[in-house]
């Protein structure tokens, strides 16, 4: 699942570049994995290839946006609207792939009818209502760490399913509520690591 999307990236750049029909090296390549690897997790999607001829990119395209629940439109809340809550209430990648933010939402009063990428910042104290009202079932967690288990648990009593967690903490919720955290500070310091080792190797 993790790869799909990724697979799902390289097929829309190939398709926007022209390409009808690319095999099974080219697109692990354009997705950068191995092509046994690529067709063993297409193989559990359903047969879209063609032995010989290869993949359809706007055909497979489609599948793997279909089994990814991506061909439809999902409405998300993004909760903290400090300057990483700015940055993704406007990236347009959102909404290019489906998802579409209806409210952003903050306990800052301050920042209660400020607009960001044309949606009006409310009251976090409405979530309950807009959930209800646009049947929200991802919600977005870009608040500091000690806000962040709290905005969790009213996100899951107002009936949020999914989470995804820009927060650096562990949040604590149901086993039926998925989550999914993303740690940039983490990822930097794992490119620090490798850094580091290559600088130790060059001086031995």
Known sequence: MARLPVYLRALTTLSEAGTTVC??????????????KLRKDLSYLGSYGTRGVGYDVDYLRYQIAREMGATRDWPVVIVGIGNLGHALANYSGFRSRGFRVVA?????????????????????????????????????????????QDVADQMVDAGITSILNFAPTVLNVGDHVAVSKVDLSKELQVLAYHEQRKATQETA
């Open 23 to 36: 095999s099974s090296e080219d697109l692990a390549a354009a997705a950068g994995v191995n092509s046994a």
């Open 104 to 148: 952003l939402l903050d306990a800052d009063g301050q920042r209660h009818g400020e607009v960001v990428a044309g949606v009006v910042v409310r009251p976090f104290r409405d979530l309950r209502a807009i959930v209800r009202e646009h049947g929200v079932a991802i919600g977005v967690i870009a608040t500091p760490a000690a806000s962040a």
